[in-house]
């Protein structure tokens, strides 16, 4: 079964904007379902809030149906006077041909870490398949077989999280070591942080060599942490059985990380914080007004950041983490913020280019859990099938089945 979005007399428009869409996650869902089937798929950028245009077939409509997603039977006039207005260069509009299903692999431990993980929830929510991997499988090169790699809520330093002073004491976190150790010396490593290295190298080539990455809450800065780090140990003697290297700090190397520079490493192990580029600690917001700013681009001239913004409001609910948002003085300037709260002077959702590829990192936990806790139940997105919060996620799962157009730059 195989069709482009020609030579239809009617197609099938899933609108993604407040009004005309009661499930927007699991209009990803439907819009992923069709490109598996080898259909192409046309994403209307900044059109209805990033609506999707696709081949108006009985399998479209019915699997709609049975998800419960809004959708609009449109005729082929209709739809070339929407596309026409879309090409207009007096409309921040763009259409964006969507061509193959990207396979995706979540990096996340084996285990039942006592948190759950927001992109997890979103694609099994809106049943999109999707591959666990952990070290193992990332120091044996599978990672050249994927699109797209989420990584868990993940420490790449080897200090476990920085949970010490709090969690040292509990069942999970004294398992939780032990399988590290065990797992760092089966791979034949003498410590977990020469370990957590390796695997944020190889995912670090993984990207240059092409691939798209993203992370949220403490992957983004304790990868970066871990980058800049290679060679040097950083972690106390609870963490690694011996001292951190004296004068540390001095001895990073900020020409190896992805998005942050200049930070100053939080060098207490009681403290529940990796470094400077969170602002968890430094914000002066309450929950009430509490929100992050999408920024507007050119959808024409600049589709990537377009994509990744793709909303029903440009105005999104704020969320913790353990790594809530970044300080804007760390982001490298080659580093493009999508998303900031400028009262507190942070960037959310950022996003740049390393080699061949691409790398996101979104700020905080869970975009339906402010203050999300290690034992907390798990958000039911039944609950919010029009997130805005999640739909950033979608949006980035969703970018690497676009087809690659020249730059106009």
Same mark, same amino acid.
């Given at each position: 079964?195989?069709?482009?979005?020609?030579?239809?007399?009617?197609?099938? +428009?899933?609108?993604?904007?407040?009004?005309?869409?009661?499930?927007?996650?699991?209009?990803? &869902?439907?819009?992923?379902?069709?490109?598996?089937?080898?259909?192409?798929?046309?994403?209307?950028?900044?059109?209805? &809030?990033?609506?999707?245009?696709?081949?108006?077939?009985?399998?479209?409509?019915?699997?709609?149906?049975?998800?419960?997603? /809004?959708?609009?039977?449109?005729?082929?006039?209709?739809?070339?006077?929407?596309?026409?207005?879309?090409?207009?260069?007096?409309?921040?509009?763009?259409?964006?041909?969507?061509?193959?299903?990207?396979?995706?692999? !979540?990096?996340?431990?084996?285990?039942?870490?006592?948190?759950?993980?927001?992109?997890?929830? !979103?694609?099994?929510?809106?049943?999109?398949?999707?591959?666990?991997?952990?070290?193992?499988?990332?120091?044996?090169?599978?990672?050249?077989?994927?699109?797209?790699?989420?990584?868990?809520?993940?420490?790449?330093?080897?200090?476990? &999280?920085?949970?010490?002073?709090?969690?040292?004491?509990?069942?999970?976190?004294?398992?939780?070591?032990?399988?590290?150790?065990?797992?760092?010396?089966?791979?034949?490593?003498?410590?977990?942080?020469?370990?957590?290295?390796?695997?944020?190298?190889?995912?670090?080539?993984?990207?240059?060599?092409?691939?798209?990455?993203?992370?949220?809450?403490?992957?983004?800065?304790?990868?970066?942490?871990?980058?800049?780090?290679?060679?040097?140990?950083?972690?106390?003697?609870?963490?690694?059985?011996?001292?951190?290297?004296?004068?540390?700090?001095?001895?990073?190397?900020?020409?190896?990380?992805?998005?942050?520079?200049?930070?100053? +490493?939080?060098?207490?192990?009681?403290?529940?914080?990796?470094?400077?580029?969170?602002?968890?600690?430094?914000?002066?917001?309450?929950?009430?007004?509490?929100?992050?700013?999408?920024?507007?681009?050119?959808?024409?001239?600049?589709?990537?950041?377009?994509?990744?913004?793709?909303?029903?409001?440009?105005?999104?609910?704020?969320?913790?983490?353990?790594?809530?948002?970044?300080?804007?003085?760390?982001?490298?300037?080659?580093?493009? !913020?999508?998303?900031?709260?400028?009262?507190?002077?942070?960037?959310?959702?950022?996003?740049?280019?390393?080699?061949?590829?691409?790398?996101?990192?979104?700020?905080?936990?869970?975009?339906?859990?402010?203050?999300? %806790?290690?034992?907390?139940?798990?958000?039911?997105?039944?609950?919010?099938?029009? /997130?805005? &919060?999640?739909?950033?996620?979608?949006?980035?799962?969703?970018?690497?089945?676009?087809? %690659?157009? %020249?730059?106009?730059?």
């Amino acid at each position: 079964m195989f069709f482009t979005l020609s030579g239809f007399g009617s197609y099938v +428009l899933i609108p993604m904007d407040a009004e005309g869409q009661k499930n927007h996650l699991k209009a990803y &869902g439907v819009t992923y379902w069709t490109l598996e089937k080898q259909l192409k798929v046309k994403w209307l950028l900044n059109y209805r &809030g990033g609506s999707f245009l696709l081949p108006d077939v009985p399998e479209i409509k019915r699997e709609c149906q049975i998800r419960g997603v /809004s959708f609009e039977v449109i005729s082929d006039a209709k739809t070339e006077e929407i596309l026409e207005l879309i090409s207009s260069p007096s409309q921040n509009m763009e259409s964006i041909v969507l061509e193959k299903a990207p396979k995706i692999a !979540v990096y996340s431990p084996k285990g039942n870490p006592p948190w759950d993980d927001a992109v997890t929830m !979103v694609l099994t929510y809106a049943e999109i398949p999707y591959t666990t991997i952990y070290d193992e499988e990332v120091l044996h090169d599978a990672l050249v077989t994927y699109d797209w790699l989420h990584l868990h809520h993940e420490d790449f330093t080897g200090q476990y &999280g920085k949970f010490y002073r709090t969690y040292k004491s509990t069942a999970w976190y004294i398992e939780d070591k032990k399988q590290s150790e065990a797992l760092a010396l089966k791979l034949g490593y003498d410590k977990v942080s020469e370990e957590k290295l390796a695997v944020a190298l190889k995912i670090r080539d993984y990207v240059v060599g092409g691939g798209f990455m993203f992370a949220m809450c403490s992957a983004t800065d304790s990868f970066d942490i871990a980058l800049a780090a290679e060679g040097v140990d950083i972690c106390e003697p609870m963490f690694d059985g011996d001292a951190s290297e004296p004068n540390y700090q001095s001895k990073l190397d900020f020409n190896k990380t992805f998005a942050f520079k200049d930070f100053i +490493l939080e060098r207490n192990p009681n403290i529940y914080e990796f470094s400077s580029i969170d602002m968890t600690s430094k914000r002066q917001i309450p929950i009430t007004t509490d929100y992050f700013t999408l920024m507007d681009f050119s959808a024409k001239w600049d589709p990537i950041p377009t994509m990744l913004c793709q909303n029903h409001t440009a105005l999104v609910k704020g969320f913790m983490g353990q790594t809530t948002a970044f300080a804007r003085e760390h982001i490298k300037s080659n580093v493009l !913020v999508m998303g900031e709260n400028k009262t507190n002077g942070e960037a959310k959702y950022i996003h740049g280019i390393k080699g061949k590829g691409f790398f996101t990192f979104y700020g905080g936990h869970d975009p339906e859990d402010y203050t999300h %806790k290690v034992g907390d139940p798990k958000t039911e997105l039944e609950l919010h099938p029009t /997130s805005p &919060g999640y739909r950033l996620i979608l949006n980035n799962v969703l970018f690497p089945a676009a087809k %690659k157009k %020249k730059q106009k730059t």
